[in-house]
């Protein structure tokens, strides 16, 4: 079992430069990295979840090179990062300069990547393990969300939770690649990105991915 997990990241992991967002650094898994070649049967001896913090997503580096680009999107506000995974979506908005940031992610090893990746961007980024569907969306400006949509019933879920903060006067931005699930109508794209990936994540090693929100 694992029992410091900063260690096992700052192990497992090397810092690198998603090729989206040159100018943030994380700590990633790649094929040079212990972690990369671990099976999922290993993983889970090892009491470690599906490690997602430690890739770069095609939707999170598209949706945080536009707030890099757009700054006015996060400058001053209050921000929340839906199932941040690596917190990029939090570090993007620090450092297009949100007030604060909070990264949500049920996976507790997430705690660790984002403080890892809070601290080599130089910025301070909160963190909840809380399963935020649970209750009703928190009173903050903005609340940014990557890669969700990736089984029917959970984004199902998240999309109904993502409208209601809508509703109660969140900015919502959303970053896809075209998952399956992810809804044809009812939102307004702002942005698209030809992302790049790797064939060991996804299906092609360029992603057409979009930045989306709520119509107003």
């Known amino acids: 079992m694992i029992i410091d997990r900063r260690d096992f990241i700052l192990a497992n992991t090397r810092l690198q430069r998603p090729p989206h967002t040159p100018e943030l650094e994380l700590y990633l898994a790649d094929e040079i990295t212990p972690i990369w070649r671990l099976t999922e049967e290993e ?4 009491g470690l979840p599906p490690p997602f913090w430690a ?3 095609a939707g999170g580096q598209a949706l945080a090179r536009y707030l890099l680009d757009h700054p006015a999107e996060a400058e001053g506000k209050s921000v929340v990062d839906f199932a941040s995974g690596s917190g ?5 908005a620090m450092r ?3 007030r604060q940031a909070l990264a949500a992610d049920i996976d507790s090893f997430c705690h660790e990547a984002v ?3 809070a601290a080599v961007n130089g ?7 809380i399963n935020l569907l649970d209750a009703p969306p928190p009173a903050v400006d903005l609340i940014t969300a990557g890669d969700i949509c990736y089984e029917k019933p959970l984004a199902e879920q998240v999309l109904a939770w993502l409208a ?4 109660q006067g969140a900015r919502v931005l959303i970053g896809d690649p075209g998952r399956t699930y992810f809804p044809k109508d009812g939102l307004v794209k702002l942005g698209e990105y030809q992302v790049e990936t790797t064939r060991e994540l996804e299906d092609m090693t360029v992603k057409r991915t979009c930045v989306w929100t709520f119509p107003a």
């Open 96 to 98: 297009a300069g949100a």
């Open 43 to 46: 993983l889970g001896e090892m």
């Open 55 to 57: 890739f770069a997503w």
């Open 115 to 117: 403080r890892a990746n």
């Open 123 to 129: 910025v301070t980024v909160d963190f909840t393990d």
């Open 164 to 167: 209601a903060a809508h509703a």
């Open 88 to 92: 990029l979506l939090a570090i993007a």
